[in-house]
């Protein structure tokens, strides 16, 4: 069975950091498309980052570019988002998925409130 479960998320002031992670089983995850995909309150799923697991290219929104950073540890079958610099619009919540443009396995979400 194919298990994404995210992690990390929490309360973090204006200007604060946070890693994600989302531990991964039941498929190849070194040869692998992984995404993150955010959810603001209220609002629809806005495509955070994607990363191919075994060339590693990562590919950000414009909107958390220079902030976050995509990361991948292929030992640990785990995928990572580093969140720096962190803004109220950056509310949400947090889903790790498998796949680039039509995600097809998504993980349960984590919630990060960014808020003083």
């Known amino acids: 069975e194919v298990q994404l479960v995210e992690s990390g998320g929490g309360l973090v002031q204006p200007g604060g950091s946070l890693r994600l992670s989302c531990a991964t089983s039941g498929f190849t995850f070194s040869n692998s498309a992984m995404s993150w995909v955010r959810q603001a309150p209220g609002k629809g799923l806005e495509w955070v980052s994607s990363m191919k697991t075994d060339i590693r290219n990562p590919y950000y929104a414009e909107s958390v570019k220079g902030r976050f950073t995509i990361s991948t540890d292929n030992a640990k079958n785990t995928l990572y988002l580093q969140m720096n610099s962190l803004k109220s619009e950056d509310t949400a919540v947090y889903y790790c998925?498998?796949?680039?443009?039509?995600?097809?396995?998504w993980g349960q979400g984590t919630l990060v409130t960014v808020s003083s």
């Open positions: 998925a498998r796949g680039l443009y039509y995600p097809d396995v």
